[in-house]
């Protein structure tokens, strides 16, 4: 990592290096609140250390990953469902430049087994989803668009013409145009589609895995981030049956609590080529241990439903959880991550998000890809895009911004290139 023009940084100050216990990493001691140093991301449960690519891939990866879903997330089901797709609409936009898709999609869970029997798990009705997909109008099976997906919080019709309402602050619309212009796709659902965001897993796609009898998710189970970062995944699969667009460069984004949840699909699944963290905060990239903003005492008082159940247990113990958010950024690597923070955001923790960022770089390092090229959170409007591990913070307060996405985009530029069909390469960075 190279050091950038400072901000806040706490680079020069003492470190917590005396007395850690193995597998910590010693930081400087204004950067967490709890004592203890952050769990290394290249050093396994029982102390071995990470010292290949391989290594990482056959060892750590899927322990961090079992560790994120027993302590924090909770494990999705690798069930399958019936998915049935039904196109309503497609027609040209943005005055010719754009071409407009809407499709429903149905998730069902198979009610009899492959013998015949009864399925263990039961049948559960269905849960259905409507995409809305914006492609460039050039976008064809030669020319494939790499596209954005990402979750909304207000339904598509916000995504496209904006909220006014008095209810809650006015939406714009996102800046479709600007991003079709430059030759990228998006597409998005509203993310209650697949759980609606309370706290009763009555809805969504919850009971499509249930056992008989059951309705809640267990301990270690899937929250409703689990359950919206898999219906990112799904949504990547219908993507990838359209030639029109380029399957090898989907990005998945999102923000705030949606920022959550595509950085934990992105973990979950390498088939996304790029994540992008919009002011997730806690539970996103922002380090636990630090206790600013939002704590996990907090969110899980409040939004308990978003992660396991196991997870409410390291409110104000945030020392003993296994694993830190820096590794959920790792998870990512070597693919590009970009990391976006806001000024005024105090509650996501700008601060902790940049360390997220920081402290996963590392492992971007041992395989081969650049980590964060800073080693002090940039000032306001300075971004890092030239590292797989990019970051900016912005000014102004909690929200995904026009000049967030062209933050994106450079990003994405830079890191998946302009050429269609480009393959993502797992053991490192082709360049640039």
């Given at each position: 990592?190279?050091?950038?023009?400072?901000?806040?940084?706490?680079?020069?100050?003492?470190?917590?290096?005396?007395?850690?216990?193995?597998?910590?990493?010693?930081?400087?001691?204004?950067?967490?609140?709890?004592?203890?140093?952050l769990p290394d991301p290249l050093v396994c449960a029982d102390g071995a250390p990470v010292l290949t690519p391989a290594d990482?891939?056959?060892?750590?990866?899927?322990?961090?990953?079992?560790?994120?879903?027993?302590?924090?997330?909770?494990?999705?089901?690798?069930?399958?469902?019936?998915?049935?797709?039904?196109?309503?609409?497609?027609?040209?936009?943005?005055?010719?430049?754009?071409?407009?898709?809407?499709?429903?999609?149905?998730?069902?869970?198979?009610a009899v087994g492959a013998a015949g029997a009864p399925d263990s798990q039961g049948s559960q009705g269905s849960v259905a989803?409507?995409?809305?997909?914006?492609?460039?109008?050039?976008?064809?099976?030669?020319?494939?668009?790499?596209?954005?997906?990402?979750?909304?919080?207000?339904?598509?019709?916000?995504?496209?013409?904006?909220?006014?309402?008095?209810?809650?602050?006015?939406?714009?619309?996102?800046?479709?145009?600007?991003?079709?212009?430059?030759?990228?796709?998006?597409?998005?659902?509203?993310?209650?589609?697949?759980?609606?965001?309370?706290?009763?897993?009555?809805?969504?796609?919850?009971?499509?895995?249930?056992?008989?009898?059951?309705?809640?998710?267990?301990?270690?189970?899937?929250?409703?981030?689990?359950?919206?970062?898999?219906?990112?995944?799904?949504?990547?699969?219908?993507?990838?049956?359209?030639?029109?667009?380029?399957?090898?460069?989907?990005?998945?984004?999102?923000?705030?609590?949606?920022?959550?949840?595509?950085?934990?699909?992105?973990?979950?699944?390498?088939?996304?080529?790029?994540?992008?963290?919009?002011?997730?905060?806690?539970?996103?990239?922002?380090?636990?241990?630090?206790?600013?903003?939002?704590?996990?005492?907090?969110?899980?008082?409040?939004?308990?439903?978003?992660?396991?159940?196991?997870?409410?247990?390291?409110?104000?113990?945030?020392?003993?959880?296994?694993?830190?958010?820096?590794?959920?950024?790792?998870?990512?690597?070597?693919?590009?991550?970009?990391?976006?923070?806001?000024?005024?955001?105090?509650?996501?923790?700008?601060?902790?998000?940049?360390?997220?960022?920081?402290?996963?770089?590392?492992?971007?390092?041992?395989?081969?890809?650049?980590?964060?090229?800073?080693?002090?959170?940039?000032?306001?409007?300075?971004?890092?895009?030239?590292?797989?591990?990019?970051?900016?913070?912005?000014?102004?307060?909690?929200?995904?911004?026009?000049?967030?996405?062209?933050?994106?985009?450079?990003?994405?530029?830079?890191?998946?290139?302009?050429?269609?069909?480009?393959?993502?390469?797992?053991?490192?960075?082709?360049?640039?």
């Amino acid at each position: 990592m190279t050091s950038t023009d400072s901000g806040t940084g706490t680079g020069a100050e003492a470190e917590l290096g005396a007395g850690l216990p193995a597998g910590r990493l010693a930081v400087p001691e204004a950067e967490l609140s709890v004592p203890g140093g952050l769990p290394d991301p290249l050093v396994c449960a029982d102390g071995a250390p990470v010292l290949t690519p391989a290594d990482w891939w056959e060892r750590r990866r899927p322990e961090l990953l079992a560790a994120f879903e027993r302590h924090v997330y909770g494990r999705t089901p690798e069930g399958a469902v019936e998915v049935g797709a039904q196109v309503l609409a497609e027609d040209a936009a943005l005055d010719g430049r754009a071409t407009r898709v809407e499709t429903r999609l149905t998730f069902r869970r198979p009610a009899v087994g492959a013998a015949g029997a009864p399925d263990s798990q039961g049948s559960q009705g269905s849960v259905a989803a409507t995409v809305l997909t914006y492609l460039p109008a050039s976008a064809s099976t030669g020319s494939p668009a790499p596209v954005f997906l990402a979750l909304n919080f207000r339904g598509n019709d916000v995504v496209e013409n904006g909220s006014a309402d008095h209810t809650e602050p006015v939406q714009p619309p996102w800046p479709l145009a600007e991003l079709v212009d430059r030759g990228y796709g998006v597409a998005t659902a509203c993310y209650q589609d697949f759980d609606p965001d309370v706290d009763d897993f009555g809805n969504g796609v919850h009971p499509l895995f249930y056992a008989p009898g059951q309705n809640r998710p267990g301990e270690h189970e899937w929250g409703a981030l689990g359950a919206w970062a898999w219906g990112l995944s799904r949504i990547l699969d219908h993507l990838r049956e359209d030639r029109r667009v380029d399957a090898a460069r989907v990005i998945v984004a999102g923000h705030s609590r949606l920022g959550k949840a595509a950085m934990w699909a992105a973990a979950l699944d390498e088939r996304f080529a790029m994540a992008v963290s919009n002011n997730s905060g806690c539970g996103g990239v922002a380090l636990s241990r630090r206790r600013v903003g939002e704590t996990v005492e907090a969110i899980t008082s409040r939004f308990p439903h978003w992660f396991c159940p196991a997870f409410a247990a390291y409110a104000g113990r945030e020392e003993t959880l296994p694993v830190d958010q820096h590794e959920l950024v790792a998870l990512v690597a070597p693919r590009p991550a970009y990391v976006a923070s806001a000024e005024e955001d105090t509650w996501a923790d700008p601060y902790g998000e940049f360390l997220g960022a920081k402290y996963a770089s590392p492992v971007y390092e041992l395989l081969g890809a650049e980590g964060l090229a800073a080693t002090e959170q940039p000032s306001v409007d300075r971004p890092v895009v030239p590292s797989r591990v990019g970051y900016h913070i912005r000014p102004g307060g909690h929200a995904m911004t026009d000049g967030d996405w062209a933050r994106f985009a450079d990003a994405a530029d830079r890191h998946l290139g302009k050429v269609s069909g480009r393959p993502t390469d797992r053991s490192g960075p082709a360049g640039g």
